[in-house]
């Protein structure tokens, strides 16, 4: 049964930075394309960016790239989204997903993923 948990959120100021993590357990992360996505109340969710592969290869969703890193570590299992410049648009619960690799991140974007954390709140006020 694979596993995710969030962390990371908080409060940052406009023009801030904030790294999200998401540890999972039960995916061989090789394999497996781990997604983030945010939903900002009143909105749809959004595919923010994933990573998948042994090259660790990397797809953003077209408001994100720039801003937005997505990383992964293999040895501890987690992957990361470091964010920058946070702007007033930006607070969401952010999400992180799995799915076992068979279409590809921006599939996976579009549509969603197998699997999900709970979620982790993101607030951007001065």
């Known amino acids: 049964q694979v596993q995710l948990a969030e962390s990371g959120g908080g409060l940052v100021p406009p023009g801030g930075s904030l790294t999200l993590s998401c540890a999972t357990s039960?995916?061989?992360?090789?394999?497996?394309?781990i997604g983030w996505f945010r939903q900002a109340p009143g909105k749809q969710r959004e595919g923010v960016s994933c990573?998948?592969?042994?090259?660790?290869?990397?797809t953003y969703g077209d408001s994100y790239k720039g801003r937005f890193t997505v990383s992964r570590d293999n040895a501890k299992n987690t992957v990361f989204l470091q964010m920058d410049s946070l702007q007033p648009g930006d607070p969401a619960a952010y999400y992180c997903?799995?799915?076992?690799?068979?279409?590809?991140?921006?599939?996976?974007?579009?549509?969603?993923?197998?699997?999900w954390g709970v979620g982790t709140l993101v607030t951007v006020s001065s």
């Open positions: 997903a799995a799915a076992k690799d068979r279409y590809g991140c921006s599939w996976y974007l579009s549509v969603g993923m197998e699997y």
């Open positions: 990573i998948v592969g042994r090259d660790h290869e990397t």
């Open positions: 039960g995916a061989n992360l090789d394999y497996y394309a």
